[in-house]
């Protein structure tokens, strides 16, 4: 069965890069949409933005200027960059898939926790 | 944006009730409304996508209804399991937005 496993850097300085992939086992990146949500300690969840595999993609307005999706298909993975990041970026941020751009989100990755501090 | 709402914030049951749970949109979504289920340090699962259709492997007590600008999730008879946070999410307008969550704990 498909699995998602984020990867990259627990802990970022502020106003430093936030760099995470997202692998993808078990199946095809093709034909799915894939996206990156985030969830602040205690809080609900947000939407990042999406790419699909043939490099289509989307960010939330509130996020735009600062993120960057893009994807590997040939390593079967995608990934998110987010710049100038704050203490308010700090999050457990998740990738998922979705048969369309905007979900439902059907296999979500474990989340990983990452801290913006100095 | 797209405003989505939950109500309740908390639902106190016990095992073997039923669970109504209620989600309202700011603006029409159609009926691209989906549902989640997170336990604690774990990621959300889908359980209802477009108002009304459960997901793979999701137990028939899972159910949900509505269009436009109101939905429901109803669980008829709870299990132990599913003591956990709801939350809602529309994908009509973008961004996908998601509502602030219902807690189901045990009474």
């Known amino acids: 069965q498909v699995q998602l496993q984020e990867s990259g850097p627990r802990q970022v300085n502020p106003s430093e890069t936030l760099s995470l992939t997202c692998t993808v086992s078990g199946g095809s990146i093709s034909n799915y949409y894939w996206s990156w949500m985030r969830q602040p300690p205690g809080s609900g969840l947000e939407s990042i933005g999406y790419?699909?595999?043939?490099?289509?993609?989307n960010s939330n307005p509130s996020l735009k200027s600062r993120v960057t999706i893009s994807v590997d298909t040939s390593n079967n993975q995608f990934s998110l960059k987010m710049r100038s990041v704050t203490a308010a970026d700090t999050a457990v941020y998740y990738c998922?898939?979705?048969?369309?751009?905007?979900?439902?989100?059907?296999?979500w990755g474990q989340g990983t926790l990452v801290t913006v501090s100095s | 944006e797209n405003v989505l709402t939950q109500s309740p914030a908390t639902l106190s049951l016990s095992p073997g009730e039923r669970a109504t749970l209620s989600c309202r949109a700011s603006?029409?979504?159609?009926?691209?409304l989906a549902w989640y289920q997170q336990k604690p340090g774990q990621a959300p699962r889908l359980l209802i996508y477009?108002?009304?259709n459960r997901a793979t492997g999701i137990p028939a007590r899972f159910s949900g209804s509505g269009s436009g600008t109101d939905f429901t999730l109803t669980i008829s008879s709870l299990e132990p399991e599913d003591f956990a946070v709801y939350y809602c999410q529309q994908r009509n307008n973008w961004p996908p937005t998601f509502g602030p969550g219902t807690k189901v704990d045990i009474k």
């Open positions: 477009d108002a009304s």
């Open positions: 998922a898939r979705a048969r369309t751009a905007w979900g439902a989100f059907d296999i």
């Open positions: 603006q029409s979504v159609s009926n691209y």
């Open positions: 790419i699909y595999y043939s490099g289509s993609t």
